[in-house]
């Protein structure tokens, strides 16, 4: 019924800048909170940032002042501004949703995108 498709990932050098996109699709009413996490090579999958339908934003001290989140209602896009990036960053990002779906209940269900590789790397 929704999908979440990644896209923007890609190699970088330490210091550089990305910024991955999500587009959320299907039978949807409403997006409430969106948000990105990450999980690197043999290692757990971790909150990065969350973005509220309002605008509220709420990041992982590990990128804090380095990410910043924000989304475009319209477009049920949301974005993951990655600067001064670290080699430490390296992990397939993935995006999710709380989506209201048409005809559902009035409450949210989480949808997870399959993720987008981000590496840093010289």
């Known amino acids: 019924q929704v999908q979440l498709v990644e896209s923007g990932g890609g190699l970088v050098q330490p210091g550089g800048s990305l910024r991955p996109s999500c587009a959320a699709s299907g039978t949807i009413f409403s997006i409430n909170d969106m948000g990105w996490s990450r999980q690197a090579p043999g290692k757990g999958r971790e909150l990065v940032a969350v973005i509220t339908s309002g605008g509220s934003t709420n990041y992982a001290d590990s990128v804090k002042g380095r990410f910043t989140i924000s989304r475009e209602n319209a477009k049920k896009t949301v974005y993951l501004q990655m600067n001064s990036l670290k080699p430490e960053d390296t992990a397939v990002y993935y995006c999710?949703?709380?989506?209201?779906?048409?005809?559902?209940?009035?409450?949210?269900?989480?949808?997870w995108g399959k993720g987008t590789l981000v590496t840093v790397s010289s």
């Open positions: 999710n949703a709380d989506v209201v779906l048409l005809g559902g209940p009035r409450y949210g269900m989480d949808y």
